[in-house]
């Protein structure tokens, strides 16, 4: 199985300041065709996960821009530019790579 | 709008059942994989099973294979999860879950949960 790892497990940012969130698979999960096969989800308290990104780097509609996501191979990130209230969540990293699909054990984001 | 509304959950004893279902609608529900995505209270996310569009490839994951069973009926629009030999660790939010596209894919969108809790 392809074990996902992130970091830190919590992070405390001010408003309007970056937010950056580590992600790393146990293997490669970039495939033949070039494309790294991970998502980013946020979840609120009480909701369901909200996918913000997938192909490691491409975000979803209607996802703001200060949310990318970057990284290949094995180490990814996921980075909130300007800090907003309605960003504090917890957020998983998840590789569809090969079956069983794993998710990283989120990475809960406060404000400072 | 794609809407996804799971029902099913409740209380069950250790070595009980439970069949999940999960109403679709907004799509064309056999063009796609369905997930069941389950999360522990306080916990993450942790994959159940995938069903193919055509309903004919399944996947589990290994905490649940011969215990757990997914099925859908695209007349229906519907994904099911049957739950047998249920034991205290299966205690969860389940969520439905379209895929986006074929079996190796993310999640997008979630239905709401539904909540299994197995307990005496």
């Known amino acids: 199985d392809i074990v996902m790892t992130q970091s830190p497990d919590s992070l405390a940012v001010s408003l309007g300041e970056r937010a950056t969130i580590n992600c790393k698979s146990s293997q490669t999960i970039l495939y033949s065709n070039n494309k790294n096969y991970l998502a980013w989800y946020q979840q609120k308290s009480g909701q369901p996960p909200k996918l913000l990104i997938y192909?490691?780097?491409t975000r979803e509609s209607g996802v703001p821009d200060r949310f990318s996501g970057s990284g290949s191979g094995t180490d990814f990130t996921l980075t909130i530019s300007s800090l907003q209230a309605e960003d504090v969540a917890v957020y998983y990293c998840q590789q569809y790579y090969t079956t069983p699909l794993t998710f990283g054990p989120g990475t809960k984001v406060d404000i400072k | 709008e794609v809407q996804l509304l799971e029902s099913g959950g409740g209380l069950v004893q250790p070595g009980g059942s439970l069949r999940l279902s999960c109403a679709a609608s907004g799509f064309t529900f056999s063009n796609y994989a369905m997930s069941w995505v389950r999360q522990a209270p306080g916990k993450g996310l942790e994959w159940v099973s995938t069903?193919?569009?055509?309903?004919?490839?399944?996947f589990y994951a290994e905490s649940v294979k011969g215990r757990f069973t997914i099925s859908g009926d695209n007349s229906k629009n519907t994904v099911y999860l049957q739950m047998n030999n249920l034991r205290a660790e299966d205690t969860a939010l389940y969520y439905c879950a379209k895929s986006a596209a074929g079996i190796n894919t993310w999640f997008d969108p979630w239905g709401q949960g539904t909540l299994v809790t197995v307990s005496s």
């Open positions: 069903i193919s569009g055509g309903r004919t490839s399944i």
């Open positions: 192909w490691a780097s």
